[in-house]
């Protein structure tokens, strides 16, 4: 199934632990644009769990094989606070001793917890230690969500890239025919007016045009003028394309490598064909051959 680059995909989950672990509010966003690679940019809420994104980073990798993909997401805890009061007792004896130092001076002692909340140092608020593998075993259930919605817009996108890119080829493959046909046509005309020009030129001296020279004239015309190799050529990239265009396996860059090939071939067509009319078909074969490696630039 042919899938675009560019999309986006969202899922969110209210999850609950057991009876008394409260819940999860997580949220998750996907979007991603072309890249000739693979290219994650994963935003995860705050440092506590910052665990999270290589694990995040090697589920996708079974989602999405190329492109530039954020993803953003957010885990907000209900009912149960996950935050804990660290409480530093040494730098805190450390205060009191120094106070009751200050007495020699005449200071009286009068050091409360209400004292000691005025230095911050003492105090340190901290997250609760999180168990990690369930933390991401709730995000990967929703990071699963959004990737399958990801995926659905990816496939959607990839269709109607597909009907377009397959109406170049059939246009593509009427030029080719034309061109086939064409070919062979012009070594005929070309002996017909070579003959005809040395017949006008000789009649006036009462010579008769040598028969045999106007054959090999016409033969080497023809061998520097046939295209017959590369329009099979280009016949059996074509074929290989639309083969290539039906597999289930990231296809971006074997796609783009065959219309270099296609590409190379018109272009020969286009250099050896001594005719106008194969010429115009070259430049309309160019044209879509073009539109086509747009398109592909955002294939997976």
Known sequence: MLKSMTGFGTAEQLIAVGTEGGSFEIKVNIKSVNSRYSDFFIKIPGRHYAFLEERVRSFMTKYIS?????????????????KEVIINKQLAQSYITAFASL???????????????????????????????????????????????FNT????EGERMLTDIESRLANILAELVFVEERSPQTAREYADKLRE?????????????????????????????AVAEETVRLRSHISEFEKTLQSSNPIGKKLDFIVQEMNREVNTIGSKANDLEISKRVVEMKSEIEKIREQIQNIE
């Open 66 to 82: 190329r492109g530039k993909v954020e993803v953003f997401i957010t885990i907000d805890q209900k009912e149960e606070d996950t």
């Open 103 to 149: 007495e020699e001076l005449g200071v009286v002692n009068d050091v409360r917890a209400s004292t000691l909340t005025r230095f911050s140092d003492i105090f340190k608020t901290e997250y609760a230690k999180i168990d990690e593998d369930a933390m991401f075993s709730m995000v990967s259930t929703v990071l699963g969500e959004a990737c399958e919605n």
């Open 153 to 156: 817009m990816r496939q959607s």
């Open 197 to 225: 020009r040395l017949n006008q030129t000789l009649e006036a001296v009462g010579i008769t045009a040598d028969e045999g020279r106007i054959l090999t004239e016409v033969a080497i015309f023809s061998d520097k003028t």
